[in-house]
């Protein structure tokens, strides 16, 4: 990353806690998919 330095900032805010969802993330989206298959699903996207 050429310019990590809002993306640090950014993190930092969450951490001390500036950055806030209202809803603590009760409408985030989650799924029981790994890793592997989330990228193995991009890549035969990306191949089409």
Same mark, same amino acid.
């Given at each position: +990353? @050429? $310019?990590?330095?809002? &993306? +640090? /900032? +950014? =993190? %930092? !805010? #969450? $951490?001390? !806690?500036?950055? %806030? #969802?209202?809803? &603590? !993330? !009760?409408?985030? &989206? @989650?799924?029981?998919?790994?890793? %592997? /298959?989330? =990228?193995?699903?991009? +890549? /035969?996207?990306? /191949?089409?």
């Amino acid at each position: +990353m @050429k $310019n990590s330095e809002p &993306r +640090m /900032q +950014m =993190i %930092d !805010g #969450f $951490n001390s !806690g500036w950055i %806030d #969802f209202a809803d &603590r !993330g !009760g409408h985030a &989206r @989650k799924s029981p998919i790994g890793i %592997d /298959q989330a =990228i193995a699903a991009l +890549m /035969q996207g990306s /191949q089409a």
